[in-house]
């Protein structure tokens, strides 16, 4: 007797199949990212140097850790909640004379740059069984936080200036995904909105999933994200690339 309970509760352990008691996903993710980013900030009448945060500054790229927690709302929707913070660091000897949000920094001046990013998301999404068992496809309902803090400083002069850019908004895109065996997982997603001449953002993913047990899921995959901000003459470009890899733990 013992021993067939033993291989029951094993045969369950191994089933990939979603049951109702599954009704919350944890996940953690890292992702290795590229940084394409630039800014214009003026203060008052003083204009603002269009800035390459790259090239001028040489902010470096950076490796950034996720959180999801997904809970289940029904058979085939789920809502998620999703954040990251990561921060890009970059220090450089200043080949041009740049303003960034009122404060000059004379050319042949060293600079230390602070690109702190700060993302969070609560989203909704009901996928369809277009074909049950193999292949869901639904929308994806969004509302997406950002803060961006970046801080200048010139150690030998002294001089230091920060900005702080939040923003907010709505977004709206599909999720869908397609299980060509039971322990496989191929999905994607992609969300976002235009705001006409004042900017746009999206955020886009695909990848694989594979779940060798139930409860247990490795996955990974490649991801973009591109905002857009430009209002009068200041604007911010914040475009993120690169692949991820994750796990995800399910009750």
Do not use: C
């Amino acid at each position: 007797m013992l021993t067939t309970l033993l291989v029951v509760a094993l045969l369950v352990l191994l089933a990939p199949e979603t049951t109702l008691a599954q009704i919350v996903d944890v996940e953690g993710r890292y992702w290795f990212t590229d940084l394409d980013a630039s800014t214009r900030i003026e203060s008052r009448s003083i204009p603002g140097t269009r800035i390459d945060v790259g090239q001028d500054l040489d902010v470096d790229d950076a490796n950034i850790p996720e959180v999801r927690l997904t809970f289940s709302t029904g058979l085939s929707s789920k809502l998620r909640l999703a954040y990251l913070q990561g921060s890009f660091d970059g220090d450089t000897t200043l080949g041009q004379s740049i303003q960034f949000s009122g404060t000059t920094f004379g050319a042949n001046t060293r600079v230390d740059t602070e690109l702190d990013l700060y993302y969070g998301r609560i989203g909704w999404t009901w996928q369809f069984p277009v074909v049950p068992g193999v292949f869901k496809l639904g929308p994806l309902l969004e509302l997406k936080g950002l803060v961006v803090d970046t801080t200048v400083r010139s150690p030998g002069t002294g001089r230091r200036e920060s900005a702080l850019l939040p923003m907010a908004f709505p977004t709206v895109g599909a999720m869908l995904s397609i299980t060509p065996i039971a322990a496989l997982d191929i999905f994607a997603e992609v969300s976002g909105m235009t705001f006409g001449s004042v900017g746009h953002v999206v955020d886009a993913e695909a990848g694989v999933r594979f779940i060798p047990v139930r409860f247990l899921a490795v996955s990974a995959g490649y991801r973009v994200f591109d905002v857009r901000i430009e209002h009068d003459d200041d604007f911010a470009k914040l475009k993120l690339t690169g692949p991820f890899i994750g796990a995800s733990f399910r009750f």
